[in-house]
Each structure stands twice: as C-alpha cells, then as structure tokens.
C-alpha cells in the first residue's frame, strides 16, 4: 500500500469517526478520544490518526505512564505502527517529565507541552487525596 496523505486521511475522519464526540451544547465544540490525542480536541494537529507522527500518554492499569509515539510511514500496519515507553510508578515526576521531553524534542516539538502537562494530570490524580480532620476548639475539645 502506497503512503496516504494526512491530509486525506483528516478530510475522510474530520465529520465521521468512532473516536468523535459532539455536542450541541458548549457552542458546538467537538472533543475526540483518540489514544494519541493529548488534548482530546478534534482538530488537524492533534488527531493521531491523521498525522504520520503522534505522541500519547496514557495510565497503565498498574499505575505507570505509558508514553505512545507513532512511526511514520505504517499505514498499512496499524498494530505495528505505535511505540511504547513505559515508565515504572516508583520513578520521580521530574524523570518521568524529562523523558517525556526528550522523546518528543525533534520528532513534535509542538506537542511536548501538551504531553508533559498530560503526564502531570495522570500523575496527579493517581496520589491519594488528603482527608482534613477539623480540630475542635473551645467548648467542643473540652467535652
């Protein structure tokens, strides 16, 4: 199979795709889940599928970051076509970071912001939220 335009690929999923969200509400913003998609909105630069190199990060169900980047030129192969890096849960958040920014420098440098900032929310909402006990004053602590 010869190599498919990204441009063609955008027009033919751009109004129907099984990865698309629309909504009538919120103005008409369309959102998309596509695994490599960092921002999950459904537009031309951050669609995974219709560009020949992508980044995803994503929680594996064991607690790591699994950073996915796609090769070029492997449309005919879509299972052989992504590349994953997985990070152990006991690395720190700045390793993890720097390494997600090393692998996305000179391959999309636009979308590394968006991956690390991906990887922060991920790490973020894995770490157990902290319980306030209110401590009695007066009256109340005395009894």
Do not use: C
Not at 99 to 115: C, E, Q, S
Request: without cysteine; aromatic residues 6%.
């Amino acid at each position: 199979m010869s190599s498919i335009s990204n441009d063609l690929i955008w027009e033919l999923t751009r109004d129907n795709s099984s990865f698309l969200i629309k909504r009538k509400t919120g103005a008409g913003v369309q959102f998309s889940r596509e695994p490599l998609n960092l921002t999950n909105k459904h537009t031309y630069v951050q669609s995974g599928l219709a560009n020949s190199k992508a980044v995803g990060v994503a929680l594996s169900p064991s607690g790591s970051i699994v950073l996915s980047t796609k090769k070029a030129g492997t449309f005919a192969t879509p299972a052989k076509s992504i590349i994953s890096t997985t990070f152990k849960p006991y690395k720190t958040n700045r390793k993890i970071y720097a390494a997600i920014a090393g692998a996305t420098k000179g391959y999309r440098d636009d979308l590394r912001p968006a991956a690390i900032s991906r990887a922060s929310a991920l790490l973020d909402s894995k770490r157990p939220k902290k319980t306030h006990v209110k401590k009695l004053r007066g009256k109340k602590a005395s009894a």
